[in-house]
């Protein structure tokens, strides 16, 4: 048996005192009677150190929200409301919860666990109106993260055959293509910020320790940690890379064909004549993997569909920072008129995957999806949407405690001073994030009786998707068919 | 009818949405506010010359602004004033609403249910959320066009008469058992919730006659006198699980899955594995105990009869409940606990309650029980199998309207759980699986922490809830002209869709 893939996690605490999410305050006429450190079993009230007759300042971001000292003050002086910071993390896709659940997971590796039950929204937009289905009894399932059963995430990148060909003699005749397996359907894709050679070491490090990759663009030079050592060295290390140079407008634009010719993976912009710089990499290292670098825009499974007869093995797909599509699609309403409006990653990857089974293709190409990817929830339902693996972009900088507060955008200064960064630090908060990510997925799994990952793609049928459930069950309920047989 | 006392919480500052505001530096201590205000927030204590910090919670709000009682008005100082407290605004969810959090202690405290939609409905915009009744009363909600009016025309409110809340639980062959509300507590096991929560719910139960369940985590001593209002629950883990836990009782619960957590085993993290908790599911003390999922010794439905025959042959006479969570094939599972035996088909929805679960799972995992109800509820009836099984709905039912709403769409019943722990003062922080567990005494088994509830209080809430439920429903059913809960099983057109609701 093969050894099982183990992502080990090492509690690593930010730098940076955290963001809480409640703020208390303590009133004038407070008495310092200690009730509230009495109550309190997050330790957010405490006596001053150096006069104990007083109490101290609050340490609000250890509230957790449960209200005691708030009920239990006899001077009623203490007030809660939320985190006016915390609040303020993000934006509406990339929100305040997703920011902290992922600083979490990142120190500690951990899945993030909560008693009561869910307290969001009913359904929303994109990943939000679609549910994973678990089975029940009959099929046997394993047991998640706890279990025995080996569950496989590994998923492989390349052309597979639909079936193989034998001679008479019982010897494969059918020329097998090469691919490239990577042990999660997570891979590191260009940060849209933060681009520092450190943060570029760490995410360097935790790729070559997950052992998966990191799409770098290859104008910015950087070559891993072995750019520094020069000769034979030098193309050895490239060799374990666990880089994917991209190379922008690539029929214009240069290569280093060295570096080129060391990696086992490139990516290119997509242009309409990119095949032809296609043919010039595989000349040049038969070996490597071509990616395509597609925007989710109009007409994105016809561009696909030329791509994959053209012979290209892999494309990746990718949307903005919120998983909208590039340009706005042309779409029919419900009274047939027809309007403009962006999609969303979770329909197009479906549109595309669509596409590619009706004409017979599929597994010529391997899916990569990318744009908005913010919770591991998120990585499990792209691929049932038809995604092969997913791509990484935001997450891996607040895994290094970054608050999306786009100060940087603006030239301000980084309130975690991401430039500074520890690469080692960094990487490893990476590997957590990763790791609670990877748990996660396999507790999805588990829950449907899958074995491995692969298994997952396309499969619609284990995902409830709003549109088709409020249809399916409420337009009976309350569709103007009357029924009046009381007990049915 | 059991008795409904007043109990009121057990905080001094209990939390509501008015603040009364006394600024002392104005405030002459003149005691005219204590003496106008009819509902005591103001109190002058005999012996003191100052009023003491105003009780907010018992104030009416700015309803009471054109009383002639308004201390506001009264105050010759103009110290007073009031605002919307920073407590209310910072608590409650989309699911749970600061105002169905308040509401419902509200309720417990009082045992009278509270009218309005902001008590009545979440914020989640969609399910239950978005469901409204189709009363057709003066006081109708609905707005519906001629059609509809012609198609519910004879649902005319009637006064007169009993109206009965009870409903049947086993509609097989055999014994049978029925409830007097159409709702029975969820499972808590012991270690999830301090042993002074089960008690209280086991007392509330036997005084509504209703039922109580222990959740996977054994049976303790103290539960044994409430032995007739007790479900005990079979789970995947069998913690706690013998023979005597199974013969002592009237329904015994099957656990295939939850909704909080589909497909994954119960959760209870090391912290809350004390000695007491260890002892009773004979297990080691600070341990986390996950249980496994499925059944590994149930694979199909012949392997489910193999267990449900394992109870019928221990506890002849009992009621066998399976408990399942809700995934797309949750209507042919129902069907094939019908032909192991069950009697009871009890549905968990997705958004339902948990002492600690994975949020992943909370938020993804099977779909809500709005849908799978109908579901299951219509297929049984395809299958001509609808009045030999019991569906009990549960996983996100927080007020009375939700029950009903959930009976309409075609369950008998309901189960309860974070309802019943809101009234014992749960604020929803969400922290019961870390450390000592909950903050506030109740999903704990700290031996400080749960102290803080008292077993006859807690259970004098949990009857005060369950009498203001069962108002409410009286009511309800009462403007649908119905004269048992029965009537309205399944009965669509009392329900309409209403796409316009929101809330703040």
Redesign the interface.
Known sequence: MPKKYNIEVIPTPPRHTPIGKFEIERGADCINCGRCAIVCIYEVHKRQEEDLRSMAEPVVYRCKGCFSCIQECPRATLTIRDGTDYSRLGDSYWTPEIINTNWYQAETGKIPVSGAGYRGPFSGEGFDSMWTDMSEIVRPTRDGIHGREYISTVVEIGRKLPAIKFDSHGEIVSPIPSTINVPLPIIFDMLPFGRFENVYGAMAKAASYLDTFMIVDAREGFMGEGQKAKGKRQKARWEESHLIPYITQPTIHGFDVDWINACKMVELEYEEDVMGVVNEVKTLNPGTSISVRVPFGDNVAGIVEELTYAGIEVIHLYADLNGQTFGKSLIKNASQQTFRKSLLIKDMTQNVHRHLVDLKIRDDVTLIVSGGIAMAEHVAKAIICGADLTAIDLPLLFALECRYCKNCQEDLACPVELKDVNSEWGAQRMINLIGAWRNQLLEILGAMGLREVRRLRGEVGRAIFLENIEKETFDNVFAREVSHDANG | MPTVKKAP?R?????SEIEVTRD?SKCISCGTCAKVCPFGVHERKTGYNRVS?PLSYLCIGTSCEDKPFYCVNHCPREALSLGVS??Y???G????TRDLIIGTWKQAETGIPLKGQRYEIGN????F??ISFNFQDSEGRGEMGG??MA?TS?LTPHTSGAISTEIELNKREGKKLSIKVPFYGGGMSFGSVSLSVMLAKAKAARAWSTFTCTGEGGYPEALKEYDDNVITQVATGLFGVMEDTIQRVKIVEFK??QG?K????G?L?GDKVTVEVARMREAVEGSSL?S????HS????ED?KKHLDWIKELNPDAIVSVK??T????DM?AV?SYYAGANIIHLDG???????????????????I??AI??V??FL?LEGL??TMTIIAS??IRTAHDALKAIA??ADGVVIG?VELVALG????????S??G???GI?TTDPE?SKAIDLEWGAQRLINLYAAWRSEIVDVLKRFGMKSI??L?????C???NHEITQD
């Open positions: 919480s905080f001094p500052n209990e939390i002392v910090k920073s407590e605004r910072t608590i969810d989309y699911r749970w989640s915009g969609g399910g959320d978005r059609e509809d198609r004879h295939y899955a909080a589909p497909g994954l085993g959760h993290l996950f496994p999922f499925p059944f149930v694979y199909s439905v489910h399942v969570s995934p797309t094939d949750v599972v094939g997705s958004y339902g309650g948990t002492g600690a679960a994975p949020d992943i799972a909370k938020k993804n995992i099977a779909m809500p709005e849908y109908p579901k509820h219509e009836k609808r009045d996983g996100g769409l075609g974070t749960c604020v929803r922080c969400g922290n019961c699986e450390g000592r909950c903050p506030r999903a922490l029965k009537e099983v399944g009965r669509y057109d329900l309409i869709e």
